[in-house]
């Protein structure tokens, strides 16, 4: 077993690397004290290179998703000292069981897969009234019809369903303009919208604007936060907000992919009504690859309504994904042909270059070979944070690839057979063709 010492030797070691890779004039005298934040000036992008950095250094995965959130928040800041424990302790579990966040060849040897689990188990209808019941939409909006704002393109999938790959392929053609989640549409104006997501599970779902913001005016992180605070104070709809961020495009399309929209058909019928001729691309996911994916990134933490049910997590994802569906199945009924895509993410895992092939003819927009190489021109893409200390936006596993990986298409079948579905489930992917 590897010694405290050395890990401590490996971390200062990648520490440096990092910083001398930077080559700015920083104090690099680290030691355990060293504050990743504060001290080194660490963005949510140099935890990523760090921690993907350490696995490579000890040869192993340490699925650093633990360390990194705390109670559904990622941590504000992190010393030296807390990585070096967590290593630690990460190794000694080992020991005694596999990690859960990443995949290595150990954790693939020794995870035991679920053929099947007891009816009990499973989600049924009492289960799903449940869940739809505590969720209660909120939806205080009232629509103005009297302004529609220009097309804009509308992601539709529940979390966990490849949305964050989807959305940074966008970014890379240059006729679109695929900012992180907005989370504007379910709301009626921007006071509303303050209200509504300002408090310690949800407030980085208020970052993807201010970034939007920064891209469009060439602002910093503050001025996109004044300009903001400023629409709250005013009560601008977000109908006007989005006519704002419109304003700057030029004559490229918005695409906004937020996954709570899918939650109310309510909501999704808001696009209908505030722009002219959207466009919806809907993006599939197997259930049961979205539910592990749920399970592994701990999704549920950030339900605290559902705390007091009994609800496992996997319940959870799968009624989830079962709701999103049906509700975008049941809107997208009502919208023509011409304006709504299927897509699926392992096609898009598998496929890439055909599946954005299908996305450009469905938008009449040409192909770019920047839609298929998402690592590349990070600002373009905007998947760096707001500014220095801001906590990770969207999904932190898409930082941990390196590429778009064909293999994560079916990583799921490793841990779970769809036997573990529900029958309601079961006849909902024969309609999305699984
Ligand atoms: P897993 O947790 O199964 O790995 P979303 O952005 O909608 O929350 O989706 C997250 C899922 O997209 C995660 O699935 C994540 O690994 C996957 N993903 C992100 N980037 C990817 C890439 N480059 N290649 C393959 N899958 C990717």
Redesign the pocket.
């Known amino acids: 077993m590897i010694k405290r010492e050395e890990i401590l030797t490996l971390v200062l070691s990648v520490l440096n690397t990092i910083v001398e890779e930077w080559g700015e004039d920083v104090d690099s005298a680290f030691n355990e004290q060293t504050l990743l934040v504060e001290d080194v000036g660490f963005a949510s992008i140099d935890f990523v290179q760090f921690v993907v950095a350490i696995e490579e250094g000890l040869g192993q995965k340490i699925g650093f998703q633990d360390m990194l959130m705390v109670d559904g928040n990622y941590v504000e800041d992190l010393s030296v000292e807390n990585v070096v424990d967590y290593i630690a302790s990460r190794l000694i579990a080992s020991v005694n069981e596999p990690f859960e966040a990443t995949t290595s060849h150990t954790e693939r040897d020794s995870i035991e897969k679920i053929h099947s689990i007891p009816d009990s188990e499973k989600v049924n209808n009492e289960k799903f009234n449940l869940f739809t019941s505590i969720l209660k939409p909120r939806n205080s909006r009232v629509v103005s019809t009297e302004h529609k704002n220009r097309p804009a393109v509308f992601v539709l999938?529940p979390?966990?369903?490849?949305?964050?790959?989807l959305r940074v392929m966008l970014a890379g053609n240059p006729q679109l303009f695929s900012p992180p989640e907005l989370h504007l549409l379910s709301y009626a104006d921007m006071a509303e919208r303050y209200e509504a997501l300002n408090d310690d599970h949800n407030n980085h779902l208020l970052e993807g604007t201010v970034r939007a913001l920064m891209q469009i005016k060439g602002w910093d992180g503050p001025t996109a936060r004044d300009f903001i605070d400023r629409c709250q104070d005013q009560v601008m709809s977000t109908n006007e907000f989005y006519a704002i961020l419109q304003d700057g495009l030029g004559d490229r399309l918005l695409v906004d992919k937020t996954?709570t929209y899918v939650v109310d058909k309510k909501i999704l019928n808001h696009a209908l009504e505030d722009f002219e001729n959207a466009y919806f691309i809907h993006l599939l996911r197997h259930p049961c690859?979205m539910i592990?994916?749920y399970e592994?990134?701990k999704l549920s933490r950030m339900m605290p309504m559902m705390n007091a049910s009994d609800f496992s997590s996997r319940e959870l994802a799968e009624m989830t994904w079962l709701l999103s569906q049906r509700n975008t199945l049941d809107f997208l009924s009502t919208v023509p042909q011409n304006r709504k895509l299927r897509l699926s993410y392992e096609d898009i895992?598998v496929s890439p270059e055909q599946e954005m092939q299908r996305v450009c003819n469905f938008l009449n927009i040409d192909f770019h070979i920047d839609m298929i190489t998402?690592y590349s021109e990070k600002d373009n893409k905007m998947t760096d944070g707001v500014d220095t200390a801001s906590r990770m936006s969207?999904?932190l596993?898409?930082h941990l690839?390196k590429?778009?990986?064909p293999a994560?298409a079916v990583?799921w079948q490793q841990f779970y057979s769809d036997e573990i579905l529900s029958d309601m489930t079961h006849e909902l992917c024969k309609t999305c063709g699984y």
């Not at 979390?159 to 790959?165: D, I, K, Q, V």
Request: no cysteine.
């Open positions: 999938s979390p966990r369903s490849g949305s964050t790959l996954p690859g592990r994916s592994e990134s895992v998402p969207g999904d596993k898409f690839h590429t778009i990986d994560a990583r």
